[in-house]
């Protein structure tokens, strides 16, 4: 995966009744990752909302492996896998922080509209955006 990762513990409203974190949190955490990444290249995700930009999720999916508990500790790991100027696709791992084990894994695609929800083309609306994303997206990914 890329040189980016995002890490934390697990918090007990993140469990269920059978102690294990509930599946919709793994979609939470790649969220999570996803806004600090493009804080960390420059583009916090607050600032382009100022601007007019979002985000907006086109698809979802994570592929369940093992349980996390309250108390573990995660890393994901996130990785660009696509960008054009008008969508973006991310593919994201979620491993346990001691035992590096994979726990999930996990892909998004995104497009980038205007308030109104109107597409918007990065390179030639917004060219510094595409710049950093574009460079975001060179990066080799390595596990």
């Known amino acids: 995966m890329a040189k980016f990762s995002y890490e934390r513990e697990v918090h007990y409203y993140e469990t269920d009744q059978m102690g294990i974190v509930h599946h ?30 979002l985000i907006p999720v086109l698809t979802a999916s994570c592929q369940y492996r093992l349980a996390f508990r309250f108390g573990d500790s995660f890393v994901v790991r996130i990785c660009p896998q696509e960008f ?30 205007d308030k109104e929800m109107k597409l918007l083309r990065l390179k030639k609306d917004y060219p510094d955006l ?7 997206s060179k990066e080799q990914c390595n596990d």
Do not use: Q
Request: aromatic share 14%.
């Open 84 to 113: 054009n100027g008008v969508k973006l696709k991310i593919s994201y791992k979620i491993y346990h922080k001691e035992t590096n084990a994979l726990h999930a894994t996990g892909e998004t695609s995104h497009c980038f509209t």
């Open 24 to 53: 919709s949190n793994y979609i939470r955490w790649m969220e999570e990752a996803r806004i600090a990444i493009l804080a960390e290249i420059g583009l916090p995700y607050d600032k382009m909302e100022e601007e007019g930009i």
């Open 130 to 136: 595409y710049e950093g994303l574009f460079a975001w």
